[in-house]
């Protein structure tokens, strides 16, 4: 899938890995609309990317994930300025066991509802020009990370969402294809006082933190290459593909009958 002229929607753009996936895909010449929750952080990445690709190749899009109303708008906004949407990157996440129940609805709940969104638009059965949605699960959604299940839960919830869908749009024709990129630690604001994060499992922080501190870690353009090869590798439907600092795993799981 050739980027250039393509329409894409990054959701937890205005940092980390959302951001090293926009500058990605606009070198390779996408458009992008950058939707967050974090106004400052948006606003000045944008006056940065206009610099450097044009005021005419981006949209700040100030919206939380959770708000139907607000993705709708944010929908509608893209739609009017480009025209259309090819490429969606769930991206935005939270790691807080402490609000377990915040970081179910950022990072389970508004993957969905945002899926669901652009289906409405993307849908080859409804009139749409199909594409693809790379949703950011993580490690943590292939096996557990102990001091944070709730966080693990979510990101196997993204993993197994974003199978499923792509069963489904292969089944019913949607023209969409889905697939889920699996980090291992990268180093974002997300890892920053992990220990004040993790509540009632603060005290399993160590084998993390030790990691942390010895700087294993991916960085973010590592992370948005491997996602790059998701979104524009056409064989690529219903893949979790790993991406560690010692290289990248496309992963097998047992065949559901
Ligand atoms: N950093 C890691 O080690 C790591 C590893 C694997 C997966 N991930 C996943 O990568 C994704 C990006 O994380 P990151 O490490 O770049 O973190 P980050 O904290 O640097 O960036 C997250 C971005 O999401 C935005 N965001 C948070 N809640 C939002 C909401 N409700 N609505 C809209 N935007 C919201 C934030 O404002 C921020 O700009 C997350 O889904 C995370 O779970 C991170």
Redesign the pocket.
């Known amino acids: 899938m050739a980027l250039n002229g393509k329409i894409a929607v990054v959701?937890?753009?205005?940092?980390?890995?959302?951001r090293a996936i926009t500058e990605l895909l606009l070198q390779n010449g996408a458009k992008v609309a950058l939707?967050?929750?974090?106004k400052t952080?948006g606003e000045s990445l944008k006056e940065v990317l206009d610099k450097l690709f044009g005021e005419q190749t981006t949209l700040f899009l100030h919206?939380?994930?959770?708000s139907e109303e607000q993705i709708k708008a944010a929908f509608q906004k893209t739609l009017g300025t480009f025209g259309r949407i090819d490429i969606l990157c769930n991206?935005?996440?939270?790691?807080n066991e402490e609000e377990w129940e915040k970081t179910i609805s950022?990072?389970l709940a508004?993957v969905v509802r945002t899926t669901y969104m652009a289906l409405e638009h993307m849908n080859k059965m409804t009139g749409g020009q199909g594409g693809v949605i790379v949703n950011?699960?993580?490690?943590?959604g292939l096996g557990p990370l102990k001091c944070c299940p709730v966080?693990t839960a979510t990101?196997h919830g993204v993993v197994g969402f974003t199978r499923a869908m792509a069963a489904a749009s292969t089944a019913a024709g949607y023209g969409i294809r889905f697939n889920a990129i699996?980090?291992?630690?990268?180093?974002?604001?997300?890892?920053s006082s992990l220990s004040n994060k993790l509540g009632q499992f603060s005290h399993l922080a160590e084998e993390t933190n030790t990691i942390i501190a010895d700087k294993k870690?991916l960085n973010?353009t590592e992370v948005a290459d491997c996602l790059l090869e998701l979104v524009t590798d056409e064989t690529k439907n219903g893949e979790a593909l790993q991406v560690r600092c010692n290289g990248k795993k496309y992963m097998t799981f047992p065949v559901f009958t």
Not at 35 to 38: I, M, P, V
Not at 91 to 95: P, Q, R, S
């Open positions: 959701t937890g753009a205005a940092q980390g890995i959302g939707l967050d929750a974090n952080n919206c939380n994930v959770e991206n935005a996440g939270i790691l950022i990072n508004a950011t699960a993580s490690m943590a966080y990101k699996c980090p291992g630690l990268v180093k974002t604001e997300m890892l870690m973010v």
